[in-house]
């Protein structure tokens, strides 16, 4: 069963940084996408940022793409999302996610939820 484990929030002040991890296991395939999604109550999930498990190309969204960075150690098949200069609107449950592809968000050119069938539980950020 693919599983992921999101780790790593917290509450800060505005203009701190964060720095969230997903371990990911029992993945079945070579070649996969992974993403870090947000959501607060009442609201859509969000896409955040989306890379490929290979080549690692990224995608962002435009509200954290100049303060936020999606990297991944592979070997340890762990994604990581690095946010710097967080805002009170960061305040969010973060998500991990992954699947095979990315088809929706390189068309898109933000991640898209679509693309994503397996979901960690999540973390949450406050920011104040």
């Not at 371990?23 to 890379?51: I, K």
């Not at 898209?112 to 397996?118: E, N």
Request: some cysteine.
């Amino acid at each position: 069963d693919v599983q992921l484990v999101e780790s790593g929030g917290d509450s800060v002040q505005a203009g701190e940084s964060l720095r969230l991890s997903c371990a990911a296991s029992g993945f079945p395939y070579g070649r996969y996408c992974m993403g870090w999604f947000r959501q607060t109550p009442g609201n859509e999930r969000e896409g955040v940022a989306a890379m490929h498990r290979v080549g690692g190309r990224t995608y962002y969204a435009d509200s954290v793409k100049d303060r936020f960075v999606i990297s991944q150690d592979s070997g340890k098949n762990t994604l990581f999302l690095e946010m710097y200069r967080l805002k009170p609107e960061d305040t969010a449950m973060y998500y991990c996610a992954a699947d095979e592809g990315c088809g929706a968000t390189i068309g898109a050119g933000t991640p898209q939820s679509r693309d994503f069938r397996y979901w960690g539980q999540g973390t949450q950020v406050t920011v104040s």
